[in-house]
């Protein structure tokens, strides 16, 4: 049983980026708590995976392909998501990530920063991420007066990281549209909220925190150091933040915020 504070019966939500590793914990979270879920992402075998694991836990799932940096892809699987378990009423934009062209090296030059390499991280992480599906999905939400939007930032969006500065200012990108469109649909009935993880091990940073014998790299071993918890976070310690901006009760007069789930990250200043 779930408390009615947290109830998403009723609900249909759907995650960009849910065969990722933190996307498919919220997707799962959210399932949990009664939503219908539609995982959305380029990846059938994961999708298909998260969605068996949402059933064999009671809740109601399907996996939709969709390109977030084309519209067309995204109204279709608006289309195929609507007809199959209902109009969109939760959004939950995990899409994301760097690339290695964009990351400084040690020592390196930025006036060295390739444009391309830049361009394609704030496409991955602002249009297709943010802008694109809030675009589409939102537009339902809109014409039914109710909806939660929720973008995954990063702690990196507040405070620059070093080497991976196009990634850090695509995700203050995220934070600063996520407030622009709270302000702009606060009386439409559709809410827009950010969380900024701090280090979450995933797939596109995990060579990044650990060594093939999976200790700690030099880098993880300072992000540890820095973080006053001791540790990296866990993809199931999202869940509670993101049920909670989804939960149209428990969260009815949040809008424009940015939640931190960083371990205490960004509370240490040297």
């Not at 880098?219 to 199931?236: D, K």
Request: hydrophobic fraction near 45%.
């Amino acid at each position: 049983m779930h408390s009615d504070l947290f109830n998403l019966d009723g609900e249909t939500a759907v995650v960009i980026g849910g065969t990722g590793v933190l996307g498919g914990g919220l997707a799962e979270a959210l399932a949990g708590h009664g939503a219908r879920v539609a995982v959305v992402g380029r990846h059938a075998e994961r999708g298909a995976e998260r969605v068996r694991a949402i059933e064999a836990a009671g809740g109601t799932a399907l996996f939709q392909t969709a390109d977030a940096l084309n519209r067309d892809s995204l109204l279709a699987a608006r289309e195929v998501i609507s007809s199959q378990l209902a109009p969109v009423s939760i959004l939950v934009n995990a899409a994301g990530g760097n690339r290695p062209a964009a990351t400084l090296p040690p020592g390196s030059d930025f006036c060295k920063l390739p444009l391309a390499a830049w361009q394609e991280v704030f496409d991955l992480n602002l249009v297709g991420g943010v802008l694109l599906p809030s675009q589409v999905f939102g537009e339902t939400m809109v014409a039914a007066g109710r909806g939660s939007i929720i973008n995954i930032a990063s702690l990196s969006g507040i405070l620059p990281l070093s080497r991976v500065i196009a990634y850090s200012a695509a995700k203050a990108a995220v934070i600063n549209l996520t407030k622009f469109l709270a302000r702009e649909w606060a009386t439409r009935g559709v809410r827009v909220n950010s969380i900024s993880p701090g280090f979450f091990p995933a797939d596109q940073n995990r060579a990044l925190l650990f060594n093939p014998d999976g200790s700690p790299t030099e880098r993880g071993r300072q992000i540890i150091g820095h973080t006053p918890m001791a540790r990296f976070g866990e993809p199931h310690e999202l869940a509670g933040a993101a049920v909670w901006l989804a939960a149209p009760r428990a969260s009815s007069f949040v809008t424009g915020q940015n939640i931190v789930v960083d371990g205490g990250f960004t509370s240490v200043t040297i």
